[in-house]
């Protein structure tokens, strides 16, 4: 009796408790999340007079998301410069005078300067319009609309969240003694109830601290961006991780 149980026993730790080369059956949950995301803002205080997305949508990088009212900058930037093609007529006519001595040092240098200070309001002015241009910094899809068109905004504050869907990880909280088995770059399988798929995940990052409470190592995997099954992946979305099942 005691030689059966000492044989069962040992079948049982075979094959449930050691990991790398003895496959474990053990299950974890996974999450996924988006490796790359950002939550986009108005740089300067203004009426948002245009939001071009709206949750769900995809944009391109550089893409137009929304624009802050600035019409009024723009016709101040076309009066300075109808102002600057008259001052660049009249330092030409002072520099000829000058030359031929009808004309100071003095009206040259003025009209230099107020030609120069005319281009530095122009670039102030173009400064403030491109910041009332909200563009998306990466291609990515809107899952966040925070403020409606024709609100007012202030400078930092949230206006849409977007995300790379082709820049995914899973991640998982592993037990540090299952976890110091594993191995950057390998391969393991994530079962995902919600597609009744599973998809195959690459081991990118092992955290280097142990939660003292959990006992437990932050591990992170990536997916392939090309692969179909990882394509329908969303950030929020569970799974489970089924560690030594290959």
Not at 45 to 58: N, P
Not at 115 to 136: F, G, M, P, T, Y
Not at 143 to 163: A, C, D, M, N, S
């Amino acid at each position: 009796m005691i030689q059966r149980f000492i044989v069962l026993l040992s079948f049982m730790f075979f094959s449930f408790s050691v990991f790398g080369g003895v496959v474990c059956a053990e299950e974890f949950p996974a999450v996924v999340e988006a490796d790359i995301q950002a939550v986009l803002s108005a740089e300067r205080e203004g009426i948002l007079s245009d939001l071009k997305v709206d949750t769900g949508d995809q944009i391109s990088r550089g893409g137009l998301v929304g624009v802050v009212y600035h019409k009024d900058l723009i016709l101040r930037k076309e009066l300075y410069e109808a102002n600057k093609n008259y001052l660049e007529i009249k330092v030409e006519n002072l520099t000829r005078l000058h030359e031929k001595g009808l004309a100071t040092e003095e009206e040259l240098a003025l009209a230099q300067k107020e030609l120069a200070v005319n281009e530095k309001e122009i670039s102030i002015i173009q400064s403030e319009i491109d910041r009332s241009l909200i563009h998306s910094p990466f291609s990515g899809r809107i899952v966040t609309r925070h403020i409606q068109p024709h609100e007012w905004v202030k400078p930092g504050q949230p206006v849409v969240e977007l995300y790379d869907p082709r820049r995914l990880r899973v991640v998982a909280d592993i037990p540090s003694e299952i976890a110091v088995g594993m191995k950057e770059k390998q391969t393991n399988t994530i079962f995902f109830p919600a597609l009744n798929e599973s998809v195959e995940a690459r081991l990118a990052v092992l955290s280097p601290q142990v939660d003292v409470r959990s006992n437990t190592r932050k591990v992170y995997w990536t997916v392939d961006g090309k692969d179909v099954r990882s394509t329908k992946l969303i950030p929020g979305m569970k799974g489970v991780l089924k560690v030594g099942s290959q």
